[in-house]
């Protein structure tokens, strides 16, 4: 795996049943048992493991972007690899599922092929829903993954040393998108290492909130600031003067 300096850009890997019409203009952009082997020089000191809002183009989206921009800065001489979580982030919010394995999947890789690297879980919108899905203690009902995909194990989340969350879908909003979608619950190997952020307002996390520009103001209103200080705190490999 190849990785960069944060002294320079940042490499990025490419890699909620049908809502109403009305959710797309809300939307619209404004292996387990995998032995672990010693680190290597193409292993980044931090991975960063993320999965983008619905209909953001693959990659880790606007808010995924600002959240490694401001995560970098705050980690000088240290290197930094992102993964863009591969899933549709489509209506379909089904398909999310697809999101989680592939998540599970990338973590456990770099949990075993880099064990000194310090993980990073991170999501936007739907992509909040397939970070905090991913830390699940046991696969909900309503939740279809391949066969043979169950929780990541102990060992595994040993090696994530923070969650982010931008505007996790709640449940009245989930029972909107797909009644059949599982409460987002974060996982209790996770809990303590995971940070939710919901923007005032935001009709996707905010109980009664109406405001649509809110769900898109992540990557400006400081929280994802905010979410940088959280995971450089808890992250072993941070310098000492940034936490």
């Given at each position: 795996m190849?990785?960069?300096?944060t002294?320079?850009?940042?490499r990025i890997?490419m ?10 203009a ?6 387990t048992?995998i032995?672990?082997a010693?680190?290597t020089?193409?292993?980044a000191?931090v ?9 953001e183009?693959p ?7 600002a959240?490694?921009n401001?995560?970098t800065s705050?980690?000088p001489g ?8 591969n899933?549709?982030a ?21 949990a ?5 690297t310090?993980?990073?879980?991170g ?9 905090g899905?991913t830390t ?10 391949p066969a043979?995909l169950g929780?990541m194990?102990?060992?595994t ?13 709640d449940?009245w909003?989930l ?8 409460p987002?619950?974060?996982g209790?190997?996770?809990?303590a ?11 996707v996390?905010?109980?009664?909130g109406?405001d649509r520009?809110?769900h898109?103001?992540y990557?400006v ?6 979410a940088a200080?959280f ?13």
């Amino acid at each position: 795996m190849s990785h960069v300096s944060t002294t320079s850009s940042t490499r990025i890997s490419m890699g909620l049943g049908a809502a109403a019409v009305s959710l797309a203009a809300l939307f619209a952009p404004s292996a387990t048992g995998i032995a672990a082997a010693a680190p290597t020089p193409a292993c980044a000191d931090v991975e960063v493991v993320f999965a983008r809002g619905t209909f953001e183009a693959p990659g880790v989206g606007d808010t995924g972007q600002a959240f490694v921009n401001a995560l970098t800065s705050r980690l000088p001489g240290k290197t930094v690899d992102v993964y863009g979580v591969n899933y549709p982030a489509s209506l379909d919010f089904s398909a999310a599922a697809n999101g989680v394995a592939d998540a599970a999947n990338k973590i456990e890789a770099v949990a075993a092929s880099c064990p000194t690297t310090d993980i990073v879980l991170g999501g936007y919108s739907q992509g909040a829903a397939v970070a905090g899905y991913t830390t699940f203690d046991a696969v909900p009902a309503g939740l279809n993954l391949p066969a043979g995909l169950g929780p990541m194990p102990a060992s595994t989340a040993a090696h994530v040393d923070a969650v982010v969350l931008f505007g996790t879908p709640d449940n009245w909003f989930l029972n909107l998108v797909d009644r059949g979608a599982p409460p987002i619950t974060v996982g209790q190997q996770y809990s303590a290492k995971t940070l939710q952020l919901c923007a005032a307002g935001d009709p996707v996390c905010f109980a009664g909130g109406l405001d649509r520009g809110a769900h898109s103001s992540y990557k400006v209103n400081g929280m994802a600031d905010q979410a940088a200080d959280f995971a450089v705190a808890h992250l072993a490999s941070a310098p000492s003067s940034a936490v």
